[in-house]
């Protein structure tokens, strides 16, 4: 008698056959890799082979307040972020308010802000010329001596901003966890005596602790590496030392001296969030209970609730964009001018090619992590999450120098044998800056299509190479297929976030070659605001694709398509 199908033992898929190059998918992956690390290791060559006399002088000068000053703004964003992104999370997920649909989608509009974007229009609206102290002198009749007014140039101002802008991480993974959470647990704590409150605490803040832990790692990986904001509101941290060792000093072992700080910050904040998720385990207890109903919040309840997640909304999206439009409609920039027509296309075109590239490295490691389980492949795939953590100033850094020397050496070489210029190949050149982004920008894609193949069976492969198909052949006509949207999904969340990248950009870019993002920024260090506001708005309005994407896959029950939520 025939055995059933699935009582049949499965037929490994082959392993370095001749239909699938597996040497050469395990070197391509291996080279991936070591993209990533390059500008990590050589910013470290580079600030090891520095003078001492320069780094002493860095230790009395810029290192001891651009760390307090970090430490100070990672203090206070992990803190906010935590608390408004996990609050409002559950606010929408486990309880039912007026306008709480609208508000679920709109708590992750935030993220389609970059924070410098941010810290202009606010910068607009409450300086001492702005809108709101100049109402207030109106109403009031005081003079300038006559009040005093939080400033938004400081280092609470700063932290505040990033807040708006990040706690979407948090949130959106947050939200992720509550939805797969049982309400059982909830319930049994609050028969037992709890508050809600309570409750809340410790039952549901708990079990979804690794996913609030992940955003809030992410949130700070940003906020050690954001340069605009900070540099904008005057507030001295590593991102802005190194650009001003760089560029205002022309002090290049400075500038890697500062980069290897920044980098040992970034590569601690990663490990202590991978560390404390890699602790923090749970049973999920939605896989075998089914999630009960939402609680019906009335009255003033109800009003609370909703004024807790309509306030991160106002200021962290409807505000801003007001502000923008003002700002636009008050200057000379036009969507149709030839400049801003190039500066436009100038992005769009890094942003397509770094897109293309680095989606193509990430199916890379990809397929090998699928097809050849091994040590080299999951190192490999491993360093290739790496690069989100970090900063683009230190990316920046770590691929000029070493290509500068190489430029310089080949160029010399070049003079002495041929008497021909070879100039400058590598350095300052759109190839470099991509690979930048490739570096900078792997992760997010990488989690993407991560996510997209968590969703096919290993069942469909072996089915395919039982009937004689080649993986090769199942790629072609069962992974893209399926994956299309994943590919898609990758393509767009590195799209934007190179659109949104500034320092990297301000730092490696073409002579004469700026972007939607560099000129914002430009027009805002000329205090030019208002003609800010044009370019800003732009690079909002693509942001906000990725971003309505997240909602809806969260909301169909997938997980958020955020980098390293799945490392």
Not at 122 to 150: E, K, S
Request: hydrophobic content about 55%.
């Amino acid at each position: 008698m025939l055995q059933r199908t699935s009582d049949m033992p499965a037929r490994p898929i082959a392993r370095g056959s001749t239909e699938w190059p597996a040497p050469l998918l395990v070197a391509a992956c291996v080279l991936i890799a070591g993209a990533v690390a390059l500008p990590m290791v050589m910013a470290a060559l580079a600030a090891l082979t520095g003078t001492w006399a320069t780094a002493a002088s860095l230790m009395q000068t810029l290192i001891p307040r651009a760390a307090l000053t970090t430490f100070v703004l990672v203090l206070l964003v992990g803190t906010g972020v935590a608390i408004v992104g996990t609050i409002s999370a559950w606010l929408v997920t486990q309880c039912r308010f007026p306008g709480v649909r609208v508000l679920e989608i709109a708590l992750a509009l935030p993220l389609a802000f970059p924070a410098y974007v941010m810290a202009y229009a606010y910068g607009v609206f409450l300086d001492y010329p702005g809108p709101v102290q100049t109402a207030l002198r109106a109403v009031t009749g005081w003079g300038p001596q006559d009040y005093v007014f939080p400033s938004i140039r400081s280092t609470g101002g700063a932290a505040l901003l990033l807040t708006i802008v990040l706690y979407p991480y948090v949130y959106l993974l947050a939200r992720a966890a509550f939805l797969r959470q049982s309400r059982h647990a909830f319930l049994c704590a609050r028969t037992l005596g709890a508050s809600p409150w309570r409750a809340f605490t410790t039952v549901s803040v708990p079990m979804a602790r690794p996913a609030i832990a992940a955003g809030v790692a992410l949130a700070l990986m940003e906020t050690v590496a954001d340069f605009g904001t900070v540099a904008h509101l005057g507030v001295q941290t590593f991102a802005t030392a190194i650009y001003q060792a760089w560029f205002s000093m022309g002090d290049r072992p400075a500038a890697a001296q500062l980069a290897l700080c920044l980098l040992i910050v970034a590569l601690v904040l990663l490990g202590l969030e991978r560390s404390q998720r890699g602790q923090a385990k749970h049973h999920d207890a939605a896989r075998r209970l089914r999630p009960a109903e939402p609680f019906e919040l009335k009255g003033t309840v109800a009003v609370a609730a909703f004024a807790a997640c309509a306030l991160p909304v106002l200021l962290g999206f409807i505000l801003p964009v007001g502000i923008l439009l003002s700002m636009a409609a008050g200057s000379d920039q036009s969507l149709t001018a030839p400049r801003f027509l190039g500066y436009a296309a100038n992005s769009v075109w890094l942003a397509g090619l770094a897109a293309a590239v680095t989606v193509c490295a990430a199916v890379i490691l990809s397929l090998a992590r699928r097809f050849l389980r091994s040590r080299p492949v999951d190192t490999s795939h491993r360093m290739a999450g790496l690069g989100y953590a970090v900063p683009g100033g230190v990316i920046a850094v770590g691929l000029l120098v070493p290509f500068a020397a190489f430029d310089n050496w080949l160029d010399g070489v070049s003079r002495d044998l041929f008497g021909i210029s070879t100039g400058l190949l590598f350095t300052g050149s759109v190839t470099l800056l991509v690979f930048a982004y490739m570096v900078r920008f792997l992760a997010p894609a990488l989690g993407a299509l991560e996510s997209g193949y968590d969703t096919i069976r290993p069942n469909l492969d072996r089915a395919a190479r039982l009937l004689g198909s080649g993986p090769g052949e199942v790629v072609r006509r069962i992974h893209l297929p399926l994956m299309t949207t994943s590919l898609m999904t990758a393509a767009l969340i590195v799209f934007v976030d190179v659109m949104k990248e500034l320092p990297a950009t301000l730092i490696m870019r073409p002579f004469n070659y700026d972007t939607l993002a560099v000129h914002a920024y430009r027009l805002a260090a000329d205090e030019r605001l208002a003609d800010a506001g044009l370019p800003s708005l732009v690079i909002v309005a693509f942001g906000l694709l990725p971003v309505i994407l997240l909602c809806r896959t969260i909301a169909s029950g997938g997980n958020a398509d955020l980098p390293l939520a799945d490392e």
